[in-house]
């Protein structure tokens, strides 16, 4: 049976998810017919986004007002959404064979304040965004593609990978990054528990931490982090020209989806 590929990407209508989403693209994955979702909040950037990415075995959907501040986001708006694509993509006689789902929606939270700063507001909202609606999602698109088949579907459910955008803050801890860092680490170790849940392989989970990357959100970082000493760091590796491009990273992160050679559960770093 000939392979078909889904993506699901959160958090794609720019930034690194964006370029994970043209790394898809340009990766050998997609020499085999391919279905690119992208997953965000502004459906004006995911449509420009989509319009860029087709190609001769290569089609791209959006599922716009994707809000993860909204605990009902997950089954009322993306999950419906993605039975949709799938339904629309098995009617035409392709069954999907591989499924990719590549968490990278996510915020900083408010990087001036240190741990004894935070109120339970602070933590609760971040957490909702970062954490409650990761975990909500994974276990939705576990149980889509994990259920027993019907008689008319394909006979078989498809490989499954389960991404998680993570950080060398995820096992490293620095100031100011209270709830990125603990966000970050309770992704992680999820999905290490959702590996050792599915040790036949038919689930298999990698957390990847980009490196520093060359965009939007590291400079917001560069703009209000707390700690001087990080913040001049940060600031000399963007004037030095050494925050890592995020088409460097994210042609790294498909090279390792296609090898498929990591232990499930694994935390890699761009660095590694």
Not at 65 to 92: C, H, Y
Request: net charge negative.
């Amino acid at each position: 049976m000939q392979r078909h590929n889904l993506f699901i990407i959160t958090g794609a209508g720019r930034g690194f998810g964006r370029a994970i989403a043209e790394a898809v693209k340009d990766s050998e994955i997609s020499k085999q017919p391919t279905t690119i979702v992208l997953v965000g909040r502004d459906s004006a950037s995911l449509d420009q986004a989509a319009g860029t990415l087709t190609g001769s075995t290569v089609k791209s959907k959006s599922i716009a007002n994707a809000d993860f501040s909204d605990l009902s986001t997950v089954q009322q708006v993306i999950l419906p959404g993605i039975k949709k694509i799938v339904e629309d993509v098995q009617a035409n006689g392709t069954p999907i064979t591989n499924v990719y789902l590549i968490n990278n929606a996510g915020s900083t939270g408010d990087l001036s304040k240190k741990a004894a700063d935070y109120e339970a507001d602070d933590v609760q909202s971040y957490y909702n965004v970062n954490v409650v609606s990761f975990i909500s999602l994974v276990s939705a698109i576990v149980n889509l593609f994990r259920k027993p088949q019907s008689s008319d579907e394909t006979p078989f459910p498809p490989d499954l990978s389960v991404v998680n955008i993570s950080s060398l803050l995820a096992v490293k801890a620095f100031p100011n990054w209270g709830l990125y860092a603990s966000g970050k680490a309770a992704r992680d170790m999820f999905l290490q528990v959702l590996a050792a849940e599915h040790k036949d392989g038919s689930v298999k989970t990698l957390s990847y931490a980009p490196g520093p990357l060359d965009n939007d959100m590291q400079l917001q970082c560069r703009e209000t982090l707390g700690d001087a000493e990080q913040k001049q760091i940060y600031t000399t590796m963007a004037e030095q020209g050494k925050l890592v491009k995020m088409e460097e990273s994210a042609k790294k992160l498909l090279v390792l989806l296609s090898d498929n050679k990591y232990d499930s559960g694994a935390h890699i770093d761009f660095y590694d």
